[in-house]
């Protein structure tokens, strides 16, 4: 209990901490408690037109990694009007598989293509309780922000969003590919 380092280290052989950085087997998944009933979920729309992420991208600074691997732009450079632009709905169908009436959460994660730089394996956007009765499906909604949800924090404390790929899940098997480039 002394070690509090949440990021894993294979080296040491030390798993990680918290659902964003644990990479070991959990007993159980992170906000998927106990239920009567069984649901399934999937992501049915997210994202934007790509040509508007270009649009609002076009006059904003990108700046390369320190490797020139990949490169990134600052959330303050994009600014607040066109954070607000780049905002979107994500809808996820759930529905009651089960032989009971139930209450289901919602969990809708982003992932990174790689947890290099200090990247979480995954990170929790949001969650909505939905009620369903036996075979009902519902379509639960999310507002997306890039800025907000898509940004990590570096070193220097500077929060910025890595250009190319983010995934928006719903769970390990549903993901949503969203492009974030201008």
Not at 62 to 86: F, K, P
Request: net charge positive; hydrophobic share 35%; with cysteine.
């Amino acid at each position: 209990m002394t070690d509090m380092r949440m990021r894993a280290d294979a080296a040491a052989g030390y798993p990680g901490r918290s659902y964003r950085f644990y990479q070991g087997k959990a007993v159980y998944k992170f906000g998927y408690g106990l239920s009567y009933s069984t649901f399934s979920r999937r992501l049915v729309a997210g994202g934007k037109n790509p040509a508007l992420y270009t649009n609002v991208l076009a006059s904003v600074r990108e700046t390369m990694t320190e490797d020139g691997v990949a490169s990134y732009y600052h959330v303050d450079d994009i600014g607040a009007d066109r954070c607000e632009q780049l905002k979107f709905l994500a809808m996820v169908e759930v529905q009651n598989n089960g032989p009971m009436d139930g209450k289901h959460s919602v969990l809708m994660f982003i992932r990174w293509p790689s947890t290099k730089g200090g990247r979480p394996a995954r990170q929790l956007i949001g969650f909505r309780s939905q009620h369903l009765k036996v075979g009902e499906k519902a379509n639960v909604k999310f507002e997306v922000s890039p800025c907000e949800h898509f940004s990590r924090v570096r070193e220097d404390g500077r929060k910025v969003i890595d250009k190319g790929s983010h995934f928006l899940m719903v769970d390990d098997d549903h993901e949503m590919k969203i492009g974030f480039e201008a």
